[in-house]
Each structure stands twice: as structure tokens, then as C-alpha cells.
């Protein structure tokens, strides 16, 4: 068996090579390589460059050949942020918000984030994993090789070690990495409401037994807290990633989506890898990100889905020198898309962010906040041969066409995983 690929003919060779994640005056630079070639190794990438040096070396000559005729090739995508593993969608509260109803409105009814709880508490590990992997290849169709993914949607020990493992599980299984996060503190779940102190008394089931769970058996890599209105205050998110940093998972945030907590200060007070959403943040907000290494995920689908017209202030988060990153923030009730180029048309057309950029934060930043920049997020040698391969003459075309999948080829550590 030929272990070797040389795939030659890229019109553009998107690189992002550099050191780490980008900021400032290096985050539009994409190391672009006109008429480029990637050759893989077992699995990495053995040389990038120019068709006409890389297929001259020895090991290129015995390489099974690959020409992609003039598409785009960059690195495959990184969403660092979805909600994988729930029973079913929520298009019953999508009419209603078409409707008029606030998505506040319909959770205090027993519909948003509580809807999904009851329905996975109900489904089957395999009715999840069914699901789940079909998702997968979705994602996979469109450029994306790895994903974080949350759980959420048990808010019991049962259910929330059920999704976990299933992270694991999937991880194995199929070819889309997943990075596993620990979100018991998405809402108070219904049985813990009605009385007073029953916050408090989940709070001290999640640092105090669930954490512990999680951690022991490897089930996550971070811990993170829906901190908003209607969730948990600034206070509680501070101590359940507390407690997940006493067991060795890294805070990651959801912050100043809804409301304005002051999330954000406390991501960048516990070197939280990325604060997440940021639609409310204020100016002060905006320079502790900046002189920070938190990545400021933005995640317009959600606004676009719920017809919100305030998107988060992407260029002055750039502007000011933060590391930004774009995800999709799958999930049934607020952003039900696997498409990272639709993402990217949102960031440009909506957050004014320029092609370059989106690319930049869909790919080294967004690996970078998931701790694996040195391995993914970029072509270097080296590096996983994690690409996708689009349809196009020009990557800004990648944002530019939308509700259209241009992607034409996903390879996964030299694998193919989605050929159009
Ligand atoms: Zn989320």
C-alpha cells in the first residue's frame, strides 16, 4: 500500500504558516502559494510548496498523484465550538420565534435548552450516536477535519456522562477529531429549580462529584459555563471552573452573549482558552481579550438564526489586537448549521471581517484554542495533513458564494473523508 499522496495543481495554497495563533498585522496573512503542492507522509504533510519544487523530490516521484486541476486547498477547518450530541431539532421553537416569542420567552415556558434535556434524557446512547455520526460526515462535507463538542443536554450524572463518553466513543470511530468539553453548567436543570437554594445544591453536585467524574475517567479536556441571564451569574461560572482547573480542565466561557456579565474578565482572569459569543462586550472587555492569550470565539450563526440584528463587535475585537476565532455553535435551538463557509460568509458580510481574517480564525486560531496549533490549523511540514479542497478560482469565493457547499475534498490525516 502506497502511503505517500502528492496533490498538486492548487490554483492557491492557503498555508497560514507562521508561529501560532494571529493577531494584529499577521492576521490576514494567509502564506498563500500560487500553483502549490502538498506532499503527504503517513498521515503528514512531508512537504508543501510549489507544484514545480515539491514534485521533483524522490519521495514525490513514487507518490499516488492527486491533481486538483486549480481548486483552493487550505487547511481543514476547526470549529471549536458546537453543542454535537442531542436528541432532535427544535423546529417547533423556530416557528414560534418567527412568530415574535424571545428566546427567553420560550425557555421560561419549558422550551430552549430544557426542551433539548428532556428529549436526550429520553433517547438511547445509540439513537445518539446515530444521530451524532451523521452529523459528523455533515461536517465533514463542508471542509471541517475537528471539532470541540459539549455536553449539556443531561444536566444529570447519568446523561452527561452518557454524552462524554460518547465523544469518546465517536472520536474513535470515525475520522473527525473531537475535543471533548464538560458543560454541566449550561442551565439549572428543572429538578433543581423551586426552591431556593437548589442552584447551589447543583453547582455543588457538578465541582463536587461530576468534575471529579469527568476528570478521573478522561471524558474532557476543558470545562466550561453558560454565564448569562437566565444561567449562571459571574460567581457560580467562577466556581465551577474552579473547580474544573483543580482537575485539570481548562476553562473555556460562554460570555456576554444575551446580557453582560462581566464573563470575559473572568475568562481572562482564569486564562480561560477562549471566551465565546461576546455580543454585549464593552470596550474594557475588548482590551483585557487583547492583552490577552484568550481567543474571542465568534459564532454569528447563532445571531442569524434568531433574527438578532447585534452581532459581536468582530473588527474592533481585531482592531485591538485579540485573537479571534469563528465556530459554528452547532446545536438545535440557536445555531442549527454545520457549515463553516456559511460562517464565513456571516463573519464578512456580517461582522466585517475580511475574507483572509475569516479563514485565519477558522483554521490556526481556532486550533490554537483548543491546544493543538502545533499539529493542526496550518500546512506546514510536519503538521496532520488535515485539508479541504473547494470548488473555486479564488478563496475569497469561499465566503462570497453562500447556502451553496463549494467543498470538494476533505482529507483527514491524508485520508479522504468527503469527496464531492
Ligand atoms: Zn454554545
Known amino acids: ?200 445544591e447543583y453547582i455543588k453536585l457538578l465541582t463536587d462529584w461530576l468534575i471529579p467524574e469527568v476528570s478521573t475517567n478522561g471524558l474532557a479536556e476543558y470545562c466550561d459555563v453558560f454565564c448569562d441571564r437566565g444561567a449562571f451569574s459571574r460567581a457560580q461560572s467562577k466556581q465551577v471552573l474552579a473547580a474544573g482547573l483543580r482537575h485539570k480542565l481548562r476553562p473555556r466561557l460562554h460570555a456576554e452573549q444575551l446580557s453582560r456579565t462581566g464573563a470575559t474578565q473572568l475568562a481572562v482572569e482564569l486564562g480561560a482558552a477562549s471566551c465565546d459569543h461576546l455580543e454585549q462586550v464593552n470596550a474594557a472587555d475588548i482590551r483585557a481579550l487583547a492583552k490577552s492569550d484568550t481567543v474571542a470565539a465568534l459564532l454569528p450563526g447563532c445571531d442569524f438564526h434568531l433574527g438578532l440584528k447585534e452581532y459581536a463587535p468582530a473588527r474592533k475585537l481585531i482592531d485591538a489586537g485579540a485573537i479571534v476565532a469563528l465556530a459554528t455553535d452547532y446545536n438545535p435551538g440557536t445555531s442549527p448549521t454545520m457549515s463553516m463557509p456559511m460562517i464565513l460568509s456571516l463573519a464578512c458580510t456580517q461582522l466585517r471581517m475580511t475574507p483572509a481574517e475569516a479563514i485565519t480564525a477558522a483554521t490556526i486560531n481556532a486550533a490554537y484554542s483548543l491546544g493543538r496549533h502545533k499539529r493542526i490549523g496550518s500546512l506546514e511540514v510536519s503538521k496532520q495533513a488535515d485539508l479541504a479542497v473547494f470548488e473555486v478560482e479564488d478563496y475569497r469565493e469561499i465566503p462570497y458564494y453562500f447556502g451553496v457547499n463549494t467543498c470538494w475534498l476533505t482529507l483527514k490525516g491524508g485520508h479522504v473523508i468527503y469527496a464531492a
Request: hydrophobic residues 40%; charged residues 25%; glycine residues 10%.
Open 1 to 200: 500500500m502506497n502511503d505517500s499522496l502528492l496533490i498538486t495543481g492548487a490554483s492557491q495554497l492557503l498555508t497560514l504558516r507562521g508561529r501560532g495563533p494571529r493577531r494584529g498585522n499577521s492576521f490576514s496573512q494567509l502564506g498563500i502559494v500560487n500553483d502549490g503542492a502538498v506532499l503527504v507522509r503517513d498521515g503528514l504533510i512531508a512537504a508543501v510548496g510549489p507544484t514545480a519544487k515539491v514534485e521533483k523530490l524522490a519521495a514525490a516521484r513514487k507518490a499516488e498523484k492527486l491533481d486538483v486541476a486549480g481548486r483552493i486547498v487550505l487547511p481543514g477547518f476547526v470549529d471549536s465550538h458546537t453543542h454535537l450530541i442531542h436528541a432532535a431539532s427544535r423546529a417547533e421553537e423556530y416557528e414560534l420565534k418567527i412568530q415574535g416569542a424571545s428566546y427567553e420567552e420560550i425557555a421560561s415556558k419549558g422550551g430552549g435548552i430544557l426542551n433539548s434535556v428532556k428529549k436526550l434524557r429520553a433517547a438511547t446512547s445509540s439513537q445518539l450516536k446515530r444521530r451524532a455520526r451523521a452529523t459528523l460526515e455533515i461536517f465533514a462535507a463542508h471542509g471541517t477535519t475537528t471539532i470541540e463538542a459539549k455536553s449539556g443536554y443531561g444536566l444529570d450524572v447519568a446523561s452527561e456522562l452518557k454524552i462524554l463518553s460518547l465523544h469518546k466513543e465517536l472520536s474513535a470511530a470515525q475520522p473527525i477529531e473531537i475535543v471533548s468539553t464538560f458543560l454541566g453548567a449550561h442551565v439549572v436543570p428543572l429538578e433543581f429549580r423551586g426552591k431556593s437554594n437548589g442552584p447551589d
